[in-house]
């Protein structure tokens, strides 16, 4: 027998069946960025209604100490509509959401050097110092959750934020949910019920997807169920469809934790060296730096995330789609 199917047996034994892990309770943080809004709108709705809602979900489910994070650029431009982001933010840290760093103008650390990097999230400081009324607001959550493609400049920035008092702001679940909100803006226009009804849906059915991930991979690489940190973002669509996930992940044996707990979790301290062209949710970077795949922990190497139904649904590309 070859060494890599000894290898695959071994894992078999070892990780539980996913019907077991399904029903392992999993401590969960809730992280939001790129508030006080992302994307477009639709007609008639402001970026004030976006955030209230959110707010009353998280309210509702009284899910205690979310962290959103923030790029200063958003509200520093001179006009009304920064005003009223900035009156966002207000009742943002109103509800007792602190909010931490996600660089001042939301860069790719790909092209650019440590010192421009760094320039940039001691540029956002400013405005982090003066929102967030006493709260921790040391976080740093890398945008696109890259951490740069050399181990210089990822270890630099690393270095950097250590010497500045940072903690770095992992993800374990990530479903690209800001994906949805254009499709969703397109199909409201058009006024297109089975194409809303399919992105509800397959929204729902991926945020699910990524939980259920997770779980395997925490059994899998820690042998035990990791505090997970969820990745959302502030877009009308993940505000419609957040109390509806928010109820599912419940029903799935979800506790909410403050981030300030969840991210104590010892797994993230650990410095995966991962180096990507794109980044990706700490597990991945974990499984991907012990030379592992998805397939070994009985996983589809591919999720079902619709990539091209989101670029092409109520879009002048002709498809024929049947729901
Ligand atoms: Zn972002």
Known sequence: MKLISVFTLALMFLIPSAHAIKRVPVKMAITVDDIPGYG?????????????????????????????????????????????????????????????????SHIHLNDLSVKKYTNDIKKNEKLLEEINCGMDWKYFRYPFLNEGETLAKRNGVR???????????????????????APYLRCLKKND??????????????????????????????????KEILLLHLSSFSAKMLDQLLTKYEK????????????????????????????????????????LGAENFGLSSFTSFPEEDLKELCSDIKKDYKF
């Open 40 to 104: 477009d709108l639709p007609h008639g709705v402001s970026r004030s209604e976006v955030m209230n809602e959110v707010l009353a979900v998280f309210k509702k489910h009284e899910v205690p100490g979310v962290y959103g994070f923030i790029n200063g650029l958003k509200v520093s431009e001179p006009g009304a509509e920064s005003d009223s982001m900035m009156q966002d933010m207000k009742t943002w840290v109103e509800a007792n959401y602190p909010v931490g760093n996600h660089t001042y």
């Open 159 to 181: 270095k950097y934020l250590k010497n500045n008092g940072y903690k770095i702001a992992q993800v374990s679940i990530s479903f690209r949910d800001w994906a949805w909100n």
């Open 193 to 226: 019920q089975a194409s809303l009804h399919y992105l509800e849906q397959s929204f729902l059915d991926n945020g699910m997807e990524q939980l259920n991930r997770a779980r395997v991979l925490s059994k899998g690489l820690f042998h035990r169920q990791v």
């Open 252 to 291: 799935a044996g979800v506790k909410w934790i403050p981030f300030s707990e969840a991210t104590r979790d010892p797994v993230y301290r650990k410095n995966t060296q991962y180096l990507g062209e794109n980044g990706t949710a700490f597990l991945y970077q974990v499984m991907q730096s012990r030379n």
